[in-house]
T-cell receptor, first 113, second 115 residues
């Protein structure tokens, strides 16, 4: 595998379900990010991890819970979501330490029913 | 309030001509700007970037221009090719000094290259 991978690519879940999104980067980067892209809206930053520590939480509801067990893996745990949380969730990574270019995975298309 | 604006949702350009995509920003703290390209069902792909200490950066067919006083940047693609048809996102970030910095994105411009 190369670059940034995300699984699953598509997910349909009910409002009472608990699911997790997984991201893995094979680029040797130190920073990882979660973004959300809703219809007709720009990509919105959700969380930033640098060297496995969360450095930014962009006022995201607690029903979204990130986890970064090591510098290569990032998870987004989902529980009791709402239909308006349906969106494309994108993971990205970067070198960190002032290297601003971020490299994105293909995203997970989430539908909450 | 949107801090990065791409006011043209779509742009149609003939193959071989120049494509010019525009982006405006409002936050004076932004000091690094990036352009991404996105095909359907794929994540955004980094294209080219520019630091606020420069006013131009060129990479092959792609050139980004930055006008700090106007808080405006543009991406020029010349000559335009059919494979350039995609959604282009402008993004910006400020140098917090902390290492990892999130990007602020515009809504994107859908570029269509006509044969």
């Amino acid at each position: 595998e190369t670059g940034v991978t995300q699984t699953p690519r598509h997910l349909v879940m009910g409002m009472t379900n608990k699911k997790s999104l997984k991201c893995e980067q094979h680029l040797g980067h130190n920073a990882m990010y979660w973004y959300k892209q809703s219809a007709k809206k720009p990509l919105e930053l959700m969380f930033v991890y640098s060297l496995e520590e969360r450095v930014e939480n962009n006022s995201v509801p607690s029903r979204f819970s990130p986890e970064c067990p090591n510098s290569s893996h990032l998870f987004l745990h989902l529980h009791t979501l709402q239909p308006e949380d349906s969106a494309l969730y994108l993971c990205a990574s970067s070198h960190g330490q002032g290297a601003y270019e971020q490299y994105f995975g293909p995203g997970t298309r989430l539908t909450v029913t | 309030d949107q801090q990065v604006k791409q006011n043209s949702p779509s742009l149609s350009v003939q193959e071989g001509r120049i494509s010019i995509l525009n982006c405006d920003y409002t936050n004076s703290m932004f000091d690094y700007f990036l352009w991404y390209k996105k095909y359907p069902a794929e994540g955004p792909t980094f294209l080219i970037s520019i630091s606020s200490i420069k006013d131009k950066n060129e990479d092959g067919r792609f050139t980004v221009f930055l006008n700090k006083s106007a808080k405006h940047l543009s991406l020029h693609i010349v000559p335009s090719q059919p494979g350039d048809s995609a959604v282009y996102f402008c993004a910006a970030t400020g140098h917090s000094g902390g290492g990892a910095d999130g990007l602020t994105f515009g809504k994107g411009t859908h570029l269509i290259i006509q044969p």
